[in-house]
């Protein structure tokens, strides 16, 4: 299994563009999870979805941010507009049911200049 | 509202000696508890877990204790080696899926 894949692994955008991060769970993981990784917050849960429903989505910090899992094996995470504070790493994550570790994707650092 | 506490940005170590992180919470409600891995330019990789009905768990040279009412718990590494450099989060769970982590601690072993 290639783990879970997240594209691109590095984007640089101009404020106010719009950002699509993309993210290809582990086949089988009916769980798929945005978290953000700044150096103020930490790692911090966005949204997460259990069979391709969002079940909580209080961690989604504006408006601007929207999430969606059109099915079992890809999620899109959307910034639009996006801004300099929105500079992040940003990874996803799947698993399956129970309070097991969850994998991990690489990544994408997004730059908002 | 940080749930999960790691009050040590940093921790360096020794090659052979022991390595002791901490993390604090604060939601009593947490029943699951995990330690993640992170290299740079990589994702968090699972490590070790605990139940809050254990107070230690054990795998290999990486032990987790639990003291639930200090809301405490550590990893320790015995013997620390090189290659465990990277940063540790601690994370919690409640009984739904809404991971938890604490803002991690970078573990520096000397050779």
């Known amino acids: 299994d290639a783990g879970v894949i997240q594209s691109p692994r590095h984007e640089v955008t101009e404020m106010g563009q719009e950002v699509t991060l993309r993210c290809k769970p582990i086949?089988?993981?009916?769980?798929l999870f945005w978290y953000r990784q700044t150096m103020m917050r930490g790692l911090e849960l966005l949204i997460y979805?259990?069979?391709?429903?969002?079940?909580?989505d209080s961690g989604m910090p504006e408006d601007r941010f929207s999430a969606k899992m059109p099915n079992a094996s890809f999620s899109t995470l959307k910034i639009q507009p996006s801004e300099p504070r929105d500079s992040a790493v940003y990874f996803c994550?799947?698993?399956?049911?129970?309070?097991?570790?969850?994998?991990f994707g690489s990544g994408t650092r997004l730059t908002v200049v | 509202d940080q749930q999960v506490k790691q009050n040590s940005p940093s921790l360096s170590v020794q090659e052979g000696r022991i390595s002791i992180l901490n993390c604090d919470y604060t939601?009593?409600?947490?029943?699951?508890f995990l330690w993640y891995k992170k290299y740079p330019a990589e994702g968090p990789t699972f490590l070790i877990s605990i139940s809050s009905i254990k107070d230690k768990n054990e795998d290999g040279r990486f032990t987790v204790f639990l003291n639930k009412s200090a809301k405490h718990l550590s990893l320790h590494i015995v013997p620390s080696q090189p290659g465990d450099s990277a940063v540790y989060f601690c994370a919690a769970l409640t009984s739904g899926h809404d991971m938890r982590f604490g803002a991690g601690t970078r573990l520096t072993v000397k050779p």
């Open positions: 086949s089988g993981h009916d769980y």
């Open positions: 939601n009593s409600m947490f029943d699951y």
């Open positions: 979805f259990n069979n391709n429903v969002p079940i909580d």
């Open positions: 994550a799947s698993g399956s049911a129970g309070p097991y570790g969850y994998t």
